[in-house]
Structures are given as structure tokens and as C-alpha cells.
């Protein structure tokens, strides 16, 4: 009876050097028998500890990782497999094989020199894809994911030892001692899971949810207070758990309503998506981005794909209507600083803050967070108001102006 277990290993890692501190983020192995039958499976995500790196190949992203086990969390359970088998093989093995050398190597475990089958040697150096077609190996997946790689490799190995029983001769493993480490059975962490998380509602999300019960509205400076707090805490687009629980208490004590910070929220993001458009371009960074706050800020892909069409229409209307007109009045270099909800409509939707902001720094004015000595314009949607800006700007003769009025000065016609 044939007892050799082949285990077919496959890494994807931060760089391609473990020697300048690249490490491995994941991990896939396949344990077979020489005849091709698979016998275990093992994946994994790896926290590096580190910067994830360029992600160009693998796709994965720092997020995907922060719950991952550490290499340490999962050394003693890759080295029990590893040492339930005669046979160690791989694509470009030694550079796999580098890899595990060195992250041992770290937890003062040194991996002891083996024979490994190596199927881009075996096939002339090919890529893992060049070698699949030539043996009629159909790649039914993506690419560049330790798992996925591992079963085309072991489906290699499968096809070459029908061909050469012998090669289990030259590569098998015989009077090593490998290292004992104690698996701990650490509980993997694949992409399927990081996806599955991501999918879910943020933590601190599920926790306000179910604390809230008043509806009552909040005074604005709260509401603002809050926005200035998410603004600060998603500076590094994570939320952490001593910042999620800032946010819990935060919303408790300013006495927030769902509604308050649902409406929050999607005035965050939209101020983004605006930023973004403001060239009149939505790179692929900014739209990770946006992907990124969406979801910590519990908004899926739909409701920001929303924000950004309604955004961009508004914008590229605004644009071709001001470039057009010849009637507005020069307020270029003017200071102007908006208050309160504004009447104007722009392809019959209202017209933001954050829009309407964009557009008069494309008039050519400079925009204003707060009334001044120094301001020229406060934009208003009635100039009766009482807000504690238009009162100030009283007080400094300030010239207050309806929207109704401003836009057609600023050259920009709206609905």
C-alpha cells in the first residue's frame, strides 16, 4: 500500500522578499495521496503584523487581514501537516519555502532542510497558468489565492506522478526530525470570512442600535458635534475599540436619534463623494475609499452608488450651465459662507451644502466655514432667519443674500 502524503503548499505574501521583512498574509495547503485523491485542505488569511504591502496581485486588502491569526497563531498547526508528510511540493517551492523558513525563524523555530518537488522546475520554469494549459488543466478560478493555487499545483503533482510513479523516490522525506511546536487549532480565517464581516453592520452600529429608543430631534450643535467626532475618528479609516466605545457614549450622552444619525452619516459620506467629483473624476483610490467609509459607516455599495450619480449629475449640470452663462455678476475672490437648508433645487434635487459649496469655488469664490468681520456673503434660503449666523452676520453688516438670489449672481442656474 502507497502510505506518502504529498502536501502541497502555496503563500501569498507583503513582497517578494522574506529577507527585507516581507511576510506571509495567506496560506494554502493541499494534502493528497499519489494518486491524486485529496485527503485535507487548509486556508488561511495571515496577519503580518506590518503594512499589507502592494495588493496588486493577491487583492488583499489591510481590512481583510486585521482578523486574521498571526503566523505565530497558526505555526503549530502548518507544521503538524507539514509533518504528517513524506512529500513537500509546490510552485516555485522555494520561494514558498523561504518564506516559512523565515516566519519560523522568527518564533526561534529553525525548519529542517528537505527535499521538495517542485512542478515549475519539473515544467521548465512556466507560470502555475502556462503549466496548467500545457497538461490540459482547466483554471476554473482566480488566480493568486494560496488555496486556489495550491489545488492547480496539486493537480500538477497529480498528472506527473501518473506519468512517473519514481518521482516519490527523489522527493521523499526520510530521517528528519522536524520541530515540535503544540498546534493550538486556531480557527482559520479565509476571505470568505473577511467578506462575510465586512458585509455585517460595524460593530458600534449594532451596539447604538439597540440602545436608542427616543426620537426626539437634538439640538444642531450636538448633531455637529458628533459629525466633527466621526471626522476625527476615521482620519485612519478604522474604527477601534477604544474609539467605537467613544462613539457609543458619545451618542448616549448628546441623545442622538437613529434618524439624526442616519441622516449624519449619509451627509458625511456625500461630502466625500462630492470631494471626490469636484475634479470631475472618481479615481480608483477614492473609490475604495468611499467603499471603505461607506461600509464602516453601515451604507452598502447601492446607497453610495446613489449618492455619487445624484452628485455627479448635479455637478456636470452645474458645470455646463456656468461655463454658458453670461449673466452672473463677478464674485470671484468673493468670501461666501451657507447657513441653513437651502431652497434651490438642481435637476429637480436640492441642493446640499457640500454641492453648493463646490459650486461656488468653481465660480470662482472662496468658501467659508463661519461667520466673520472678514466675510462677504452669507447665503441663505430665507434672510429672515434667526440662526446664530445670520445674526452675527447683522451685527457685522455682513450682506446676507437668499440662494434664490446668489445663484444667478454666481453665473450658476439652477431648477
Not at 92 to 101: A, G, K, P, Q, T
Not at 250 to 261: K, M, P, R, T
Request: charged share 25%; hydrophobic share 40%; net charge negative.
Amino acid at each position: 500500500m502507497n502510505l506518502d502524503r504529498i502536501a502541497v503548499i502555496d503563500v501569498e505574501t507583503t513582497g517578494l522578499s522574506p529577507w527585507r521583512h516581507d511576510r506571509i498574509v495567506e496560506i494554502g495547503i493541499v494534502v493528497m495521496d499519489t494518486a491524486g485523491s485529496i485527503e485535507l485542505e487548509y486556508e488561511t488569511l495571515v496577519n503580518p503584523l506590518r503594512d499589507i504591502g502592494p495588493s496588486g496581485i493577491h487583492r488583499i486588502s489591510s481590512e481583510e487581514v486585521l482578523k486574521a491569526p498571526s503566523f505565530a497563531d497558526v505555526a503549530g498547526d502548518v507544521l503538524e501537516i507539514l509533518t504528517g508528510c513524506s512529500i513537500v511540493a509546490g510552485h516555485n517551492v522555494s520561494f514558498d519555502r523561504n518564506f516559512l523558513i523565515k516566519e519560523y525563524d522568527r518564533l526561534g523555530v529553525i525548519l529542517p532542510e528537505t527535499p521538495t518537488l517542485c512542478t515549475c522546475r519539473l515544467q521548465g520554469r512556466s507560470s502555475l497558468e502556462s503549466c496548467c494549459r500545457d497538461l490540459g488543466i482547466a483554471i476554473d478560478g482566480l488566480p493568486h489565492r494560496a488555496l486556489f493555487d495550491a489545488q492547480l499545483t496539486a493537480r500538477i503533482v497529480a498528472s506527473l506522478l501518473s506519468e512517473d510513479s519514481a518521482l516519490t523516490d527523489t522527493y521523499r522525506i526520510s530521517n528528519i526530525t522536524w520541530p515540535s511546536i503544540t498546534p493550538l487549532r486556531t480557527p482559520c480565517f479565509t476571505r470568505s470570512h473577511a467578506a462575510k464581516l465586512q458585509a455585517e453592520p460595524p460593530r458600534f452600529l449594532q451596539r447604538i442600535g439597540s440602545r436608542i429608543r427616543h426620537d426626539v430631534d437634538a439640538v444642531d450643535a450636538n448633531v455637529l458635534a458628533y459629525m466633527v467626532l466621526i471626522d476625527r475618528i476615521l482620519e485612519d479609516r478604522v474604527i477601534d475599540q477604544d474609539e467605537e466605545n467613544v462613539l457609543v457614549d458619545a451618542i448616549s450622552n448628546w441623545g442622538l436619534s437613529n434618524a439624526q444619525l442616519a441622516a449624519a452619516h449619509t451627509n458625511y459620506l456625500q461630502k466625500l463623494a462630492v470631494a471626490a467629483l469636484a475634479d470631475g473624476f472618481v479615481s480608483d483610490t477614492e473609490r475604495r475609499d468611499l467603499h471603505l467609509v461607506a461600509r464602516l459607516l453601515g451604507r452598502d455599495q447601492e446607497s453610495l452608488d446613489v449618492i455619487l450619480e445624484s452628485a455627479a449629475n448635479q455637478l456636470s449640470a452645474a458645470k455646463l450651465v456656468t461655463t454658458s452663462s453670461s449673466k452672473g455678476t463677478d464674485l470671484r475672490g468673493k468670501s461666501v459662507c451657507f447657513t441653513g437648508q437651502l431652497d434651490a433645487t438642481l435637476r429637480g434635487q436640492p441642493i446640499s451644502r457640500d454641492i453648493a459649496e463646490t459650486l461656488a469655488e468653481k465660480a470662482g469664490l472662496t468658501i467659508a466655514s463661519g461667520v466673520t468681520k472678514k466675510l462677504d456673503l452669507l447665503v441663505v434660503a430665507d434672510p429672515n432667519t434667526q440662526s446664530g449666523k445670520a445674526k452675527k452676520a447683522r451685527e457685522y453688516g455682513t450682506r446676507i443674500l437668499a440662494d434664490a438670489v446668489f445663484w444667478p449672481m454666481a453665473g450658476i442656474a439652477v431648477d
